[in-house]
């Protein structure tokens, strides 16, 4: 063609390059030399050829614009394409760049024009008969590489010069046809050529252009490097075009079959090769724009977005310059910001920062029904009294049952808002200062409880003798009793003596502190009282010797009486005298055959006996085989009460002025030696309507005064010592309106409404039958009162003027002295 040159790639033959893709002619004498392009069909031949027919350019849909970038003159061209790359028949259209018909050994096949309609058919039906000869394509290092050639003898092989020349010639003829409209079927092999848009004359004294260079027409690296002028982009853009080329230039019409979402076709691909922002290299959620720059681009971000391609999210919440993000209270960081919210409870403020608290209880007042609503910050609370729970389904306040989670260590009683434990008193227990937990009561104040196997213990029973004996002597033996004998007791029967036959019976006794000595036989009945007092707890030996025609009684070998008799006091039997003789009581309906009645009980103590001048022989066995018989060593004067039993007393409280006025006036003189417990109580059926009772304080030397009815203390003296050797006066004064307490460190007088409703209870109970007990409580539930345990300690009582003597009581405890207590042991006294 005039004013076109070729340019041979080095080192190799014209004709072993095949055909070229033709291109303009520098104007100014030389030309760029390009790779040469094989487009090799799909379908491989025998023996590793290939069959190959005229390779053809489709024109495209619309002509096409070419624009410059700013920096590098680009050509930007909107290019579309269709699948075959043709037009549709009778349409026309541009021609395409070239039309080239492979050399073939024979020349081009005559075949008929072609169908575009059905082209692609067409070039599969001619394959078989065209061969394709090789050429050179750009590498990826910048070079050329060169195809395999054609196997020698194929159509295309140097041998067939002719034919190829004659194609050649025939291709020259069709070129200047450019803006011809498609030929007939018959004329198939040729198409409409295209003009190219970059290349024009002098196009060699221009700079590179992107369009041109590599768009046109395949570049090299070095050609590249001439558009960019500049080695960073050229080697980022140029491995990226060479994957355009694998894209869009692979095959014959293979295009738009290999594109990809991203770019249709060609122009498309190497166009955005430049452009470091396309595609976008930025997060598209942080990045405000993109700059493009030399093989680099600069991401901006938007506020809240920091990183390189503005791929991190700035944490606001956790700026120390700005704690919480300003948040008052919860600080929430999104992507590229944050917000600030509220927790349950609160209302944001307008500043959309802080927040203020919700008043539930005012907005809805009803909130908790019948309990009470407590606003609190963010919430509210529905409360209800000590004891009881909120039920939120029926918005009310129930009781708990505290005892049903194991409160107490003992007896659990539970009750309308509350609960009270119990322990066992009457085994020693006491509830400790946790008021859950049982410990036992410890003893205060120590006593001297060292007891003689020598001694005998009179009062071992409370019903019945302590001791029997039995005596078989020669008749001609006389009745006779010596002894030494110690007690604070005022009466009660020392020795008993009888006949088998019961006909004939002697008495010693003690009446008023004085010897009483009664007898009767066959013959006389006599009673006589005599002598010194003497229950002074002092030693004093008695004697009582019968002599032929009297009886004489001495004390400390002093003759106090001397009574006269007719005949023995018990006759001899078959030659023998046969008595019984009882120590400390009266034996069954002996107690009727009495002069002059007594209580037998008598608390003392017996030594160093002597009966019917038998001597000790066979008693102290008797007393040595049983603890409980044996005699303190030394005692005082009082009633003991030992911390395991009480004493039961009926007694009167009407006014006898007035029956339906009552009062209990008591006095009591107490040493204990534990600092709980019992010490006077009413008892109605399974209730205590009253009791004073001691309660150990926080101290181990303090205790604290308790007056209660039934199971609620009414009264409280706290922090008295009573733990000490000396004695302490308490007085009581009870009525149905009042009551008075008085003690060594204060009086105490309550008049409180609720006192009114205690002595209510109290009254009520003191119209019917009430029963009195000192040292304790019988067997009633624990919860009957707030203290259970037995007294223990020493204690006297005197009850609206009368002094209570154990002996008379209903009842008593074996273990309980009525007359005698234990002194404090030395060098261990607490005060």
Sequence with gaps: MPGRTSRRLPSEPREEMGPWLPRAESPRGRSRSKAPLRRRSREGGQGGQSQHQPLITAPAARERTTASSPRHSRAKVADTQTDAGLAEPGQRKPLVDVLTFLPGAEGPPQAPPMDFSNYRATVRASKASWKCPPYHFPSRAGGWERAVPPAPGSRCSAGAGGRCGALLACLVLVLPVSEANFLSKQHASQVLVRKRRANSMFEETKKGNLERECIEELCNKEEAREIFENDPETDYFYPKYLGCL?????????????????????????????????????????????????ATFTCICKPGWQGDKCEYDINECKDPANVNGGCSQICDN????????????????????????????????????????????????????????????????????????????QLCVNYPGGYSCYCDGKKGFKLAQDHKSCEAVPVCLPLNLDKNYELLHLAEQFVGVVLYLKFRLPEITRFSAEFDFRTYDSAGVILYAESLDRSAWFLIALRDGKIEIQFKNEFTTKITTGGKVINDGQWNMVSVEELEHSISVKIAKEAVMNINKPESLFMPTNGFLETKVYFAGLPRKAENTLIRPINPRLDGCIRGWNLMDQGASGIKEIIQEKQNKHCLVTVEKGSYY?????????????????????????????????????????????????????????????????????????????????????????????NRNNLELFTPLEKGVTSSENLKKQLAILDKAMKGTVTTYLGGLPDIPFSATPVNAFYNGCMEVNINGVQLDLDEAVSKHNDIRAHSCPSVLKNTEKS
């Design 334 to 409: 999104t992507p590229g910001s944050y917000r600030c919210s509220c927790k349950s409870g609160f209302l944001m403020l307008l500043n959309k920062k802080d927040c203020k608290d919700v008043d539930e209880c005012s907005v809805m007042p009803d909130i908790c029904g019948t309990a009470v609503c407590k606003n609190i910050p963010g919430d509210f609370e529905c409360e209800c009294a000590e004891g009881y729970k909120y039920n939120p389904v029926l918005k009310s306040c129930e009781d708990v049952d505290e005892c049903s989670e194991n409160m107490c260590a």
């Design 246 to 294: 694998g894209s869009f230039r692979a095959g014959l019409f293979t295009a738009a079959r290999q594109s990809t979402d991203a770019y249709p076709d060609l122009r498309s691909c190497v166009t955005a090769i430049p452009d470091q922002c396309s595609p976008l290299p930025c997060n598209e959620d942080g990045y405000k724009s993109c700059k493009d720059g030399r």
């Design 642 to 734: 030992p911390g395991s039993g009480v004493a039961q007393f009926s007694i009167d409280y009407s006014n006898i002025s007035n029956a339906e006025d009552w009062q209990v006036n008591a006095s009591l003189n107490i040493r204990p030696s534990a600092g709980t417990g019992v010490m006077f109580a009413l008892v109605s059926g399974n209730t205590v309507p009253f009791a004073l009772s001691l309660v150990d304080s926080a101290s181990e030397k303090l205790q604290d005064i308790l007056v209660s009815v039934e199971n609620m203390v009414m009264f409280r003296i706290e922090a008295v010592s009573l733990c000490s050797s000396q004695q302490f006066h308490l007085e009581l004064r009870v």
